[in-house]
């Protein structure tokens, strides 16, 4: 059966390969532009500006790291503190600043082509502790949502990411492991389990919160994401990390505009696409676009775990995979299993209905692997 979908996804395929590709003047555009994440933390946090550049829509690598820059938080009154590229990753970090709240902040970037950007000086703004994060279970969904307040009511404008870490198995466990030195299938020790594993995932989308036509600077459960009962993520436990940004009026208008353009375009009645103007500028060529917003704000974080049990009884997790299995006979090819290009794991010993022995179960990597979607090692936070 595995075998034979196979050959319909390769028709499949080649059919489609027939088609023509339509590459519009925006996809094969030559421009490549700096995009700037994170904040300046005033405080006793870790400050973490990523850095990197745009790539065509037609690339096939997603990521483009701005490597060998030199980043420097300044103060309106003359200090400096430089930022380090330590991982040569395009993440450029200082251990904690401790600045003073009376002084205003901006970040000086000089990239290793030799432009050289700034981003206007901004006020510290300090941002009010997170008091819950919940959830309600609504439509077949969890959906998970955050509680805070500014007793000094200064705050008005939130922002929040997230990060996400749930335990999950493949679909099949699998007892038996191809020996590639002998061309022979052993018994897997425990050392080589590839079935539980921890997935890990962060927000994509942007959410916002705003007091500032209340009365009181209260946000009452603003929703972070919606998983439905049946996700994966759900399987066993699941943990969210989130995180708080309080903005300044000009930040939130800013995240506000990104949010339309990328997250509320696809139909007539969606927002229109709009320039979006950041507080990050090109000194070497002031008509280059820089996209991103820096802020001077301490970050606020709270987790939460939550266990399968808070789902209705009966719940199963839907694997995200067409999954089926295969019998390798005793006397069959092992380059089947053994590749290359490694297309199949065997899974367990096969018997008739004798209890006869009569080959090897196998599956696809995806159905059996749990280590292609996640790791093994359990996070140092998880209880």
């Not at 002998?182 to 590839?194: C, E, G, K, L, V």
């Given at each position: 059966?595995?075998?034979?979908?196979?050959?319909?996804?390769?028709?499949?395929?080649?059919?489609?390969?027939?088609?023509?590709?339509?590459?519009?003047?925006?996809?094969?555009?030559?421009?490549?532009?700096?995009?700037?994440?994170?904040?300046?933390?005033?405080?006793?946090?870790?400050?973490?500006?990523?850095?990197?550049?745009?790539v065509?829509?037609?690339?096939?690598?997603?990521?483009?790291?701005?490597?060998?820059?030199?980043?420097?938080?300044?103060?309106?009154q003359?200090?400096?503190?430089?930022?380090?590229?330590?991982?040569?990753?395009?993440?450029?970090?200082?251990?904690?600043?401790?600045?003073?709240?009376?002084?205003?902040?901006?970040?000086?970037?000089?990239?290793s082509?030799?432009?050289?950007?700034?981003?206007d000086?901004?006020?510290?703004?300090?941002?009010?502790?997170?008091?819950?994060?919940?959830?309600?279970?609504?439509?077949?969904?969890?959906?998970?949502?955050?509680?805070?307040?500014?007793?000094?009511?200064?705050?008005?404008?939130?922002?929040?990411?997230?990060?996400?870490?749930?335990?999950?198995?493949?679909?099949?466990?699998?007892?038996?492991?191809?020996?590639?030195?002998?061309?022979?299938?052993?018994?897997?020790?425990?050392?080589?389990?590839?079935?539980?594993?921890?997935g890990?995932?962060?927000?994509?989308?942007?959410?916002?919160?705003?007091?500032?036509?209340?009365?009181?600077?209260?946000?009452?459960?603003?929703?972070?994401?919606?998983?439905?009962?049946?996700?994966?993520?759900?399987?066993?436990?699941?943990?969210?990390?989130?995180?708080?940004?309080?903005?300044?009026?000009?930040?939130?208008?800013?995240?506000?505009?990104?949010?339309?353009?990328?997250?509320?375009?696809?139909?007539?009645?969606?927002?229109?696409?709009?320039?979006?103007?950041?507080?990050?500028?090109?000194?070497?060529?002031?008509?280059?676009?820089?996209?991103?917003?820096?802020?001077?704000?301490?970050?606020?974080?709270?987790?939460i775990?939550?266990?399968?049990?808070?789902?209705?009884?009966?719940?199963?997790?839907?694997?995200?995979?067409?999954?089926?299995?295969?019998?390798?006979?005793?006397?069959?090819?092992?380059?089947?299993?053994?590749?290359?290009?490694?297309?199949?794991?065997?899974?367990?010993?096969?018997?008739?209905?004798?209890?006869?022995?009569?080959?090897?179960?196998?599956?696809?990597?995806?159905?059996v692997?749990?280590?292609?979607?996640?790791t093994?090692?359990?996070?140092?936070?998880w209880?």
């Amino acid at each position: 059966m595995i075998k034979l979908r196979t050959a319909c996804y390769l028709v499949v395929l080649s059919l489609l390969c027939c088609r023509k590709p339509y590459g519009p003047p925006a996809i094969n555009s030559p421009g490549s532009y700096l995009v700037v994440e994170g904040v300046i933390n005033p405080g006793s946090d870790s400050t973490i500006i990523k850095l990197s550049k745009t790539v065509k829509l037609s690339s096939a690598t997603p990521l483009n790291p701005a490597l060998g820059a030199t980043v420097t938080v300044e103060s309106n009154q003359g200090s400096s503190c430089p930022l380090i590229d330590v991982n040569n990753d395009g993440n450029y970090s200082a251990a904690a600043l401790n600045l003073p709240g009376s002084q205003q902040y901006r970040l000086k970037i000089n990239t290793s082509d030799g432009r050289q950007y700034v981003s206007d000086f901004v006020p510290v703004k300090l941002t009010p502790a997170i008091d819950s994060v919940g959830y309600v279970l609504t439509n077949n969904n969890v959906q998970l949502y955050v509680n805070a307040h500014d007793p000094a009511n200064n705050t008005h404008y939130y922002r929040w990411d997230y990060e996400e870490t749930w335990i999950f198995h493949s679909k099949y466990f699998s007892d038996l492991v191809v020996n590639t030195n002998t061309a022979s299938i052993a018994f897997r020790t425990p050392a080589q389990q590839i079935y539980t594993c921890f997935g890990n995932d962060a927000s994509s989308n942007i959410d916002l919160g705003s007091t500032a036509n209340l009365s009181q600077d209260v946000v009452y459960q603003a929703p972070l994401t919606k998983i439905p009962f049946t996700s994966e993520k759900f399987e066993e436990k699941y943990s969210i990390l989130v995180q708080q940004y309080a903005l300044t009026g000009d930040a939130y208008t800013f995240y506000q505009n990104l949010k339309k353009n990328t997250e509320q375009l696809g139909s007539i009645f969606d927002a229109q696409p709009s320039q979006i103007n950041g507080n990050i500028h090109c000194l070497t060529n002031p008509n280059e676009p820089v996209i991103g917003y820096i802020s001077a704000t301490n970050v606020q974080s709270k987790r939460i775990f939550l266990l399968n049990s808070i789902l209705p009884p009966l719940t199963m997790a839907t694997y995200p995979y067409d999954c089926e299995q295969d019998t390798l006979p005793i006397n069959g090819d092992l380059t089947t299993l053994l590749g290359p290009p490694y297309v199949f794991i065997p899974i367990n010993l096969a018997y008739n209905k004798k209890g006869v022995f009569v080959g090897y179960l196998y599956s696809r990597p995806l159905c059996v692997d749990c280590t292609l979607r996640g790791t093994i090692t359990q996070p140092s936070f998880w209880k």
